[in-house]
């Protein structure tokens, strides 16, 4: 008695789970079908990540697969890096300083960008979820100096003390190409 009631929950619980992912998937692709292809402007198309290929049909993943090869031909991209949480646009041939010092990096070494939340071009956008897969791109930048600004003063007071205190502060700066 005991066994076979557990085997009519296991049954009910696993019916619930394909009922709950059949919504899912119905949902998902809706949501891709009407959503994710075309801005609201209508001219530019956008191009999500495509971890959700498996959720498609053939006509779609058709359409997705054609508008990445038409994205990977144009000339010029930028894309939005994120380097300790804070996010950058960059083009080729950029020159971006970091308001900090990275760590275990000296001038000349060559690190990899892989934490990219939008590449983008003039037509097409790729947006990532909060990051686009590394084996879509490579983001490489050569690390040229890492400097520090000049000494800079605070006067830090309170009122109704007499108390003046002087902070003085350099700020270290990574510059990467």
């Known amino acids: 008695?005991?066994?076979?009631?557990?085997?009519?929950?296991?049954?009910?619980?696993?019916?619930?789970?394909?009922?709950?992912?059949?919504?899912?998937?119905?949902?998902l692709h809706f949501k891709i079908q009407n959503k994710h292809f075309y801005s609201s402007y209508k001219t530019r198309p956008i191009f999500i990540f495509p971890r959700f290929f498996f959720f498609t049909t053939q006509l779609t993943s058709f359409r997705v697969i054609s508008t990445f090869e038409k994205f990977r031909l144009q000339s010029s991209y930028y894309a939005i890096i994120h380097i300790y949480g804070r996010p950058f646009i960059v083009t080729e041939g950029d020159i971006v300083t970091l308001p900090q010092k990275l760590r275990d990096?000296?001038?000349?070494?060559?690190?990899?960008?892989?934490?990219v939340s939008k590449l983008g071009s003039r037509d097409y956008t790729?947006?990532?979820?909060?990051?686009?897969?590394?084996k879509l791109f490579t983001c490489r930048a050569r690390v040229l100096e890492l400097t520090k600004a000049p000494m800079?003063?605070?006067?830090?007071?309170?009122?109704?003390?007499?108390?003046?205190?002087?902070?003085?502060?350099?700020?270290?700066y990574t510059i990467l190409r």
């Open 1 to 27: 008695m005991n066994l076979q009631n557990t085997l009519d929950l296991i049954k009910k619980q696993s019916f619930m789970l394909s009922l709950k992912y059949n919504f899912f998937k119905e949902k």
């Open 105 to 115: 990096v000296t001038p000349g070494d060559i690190i990899r960008l892989n934490c």
């Open 126 to 134: 790729l947006k990532g979820q909060p990051y686009i897969d590394e």
């Open 152 to 172: 800079s003063y605070f006067i830090k007071k309170k009122r109704r003390h007499r108390r003046i205190k002087i902070v003085k502060n350099k700020q270290d």
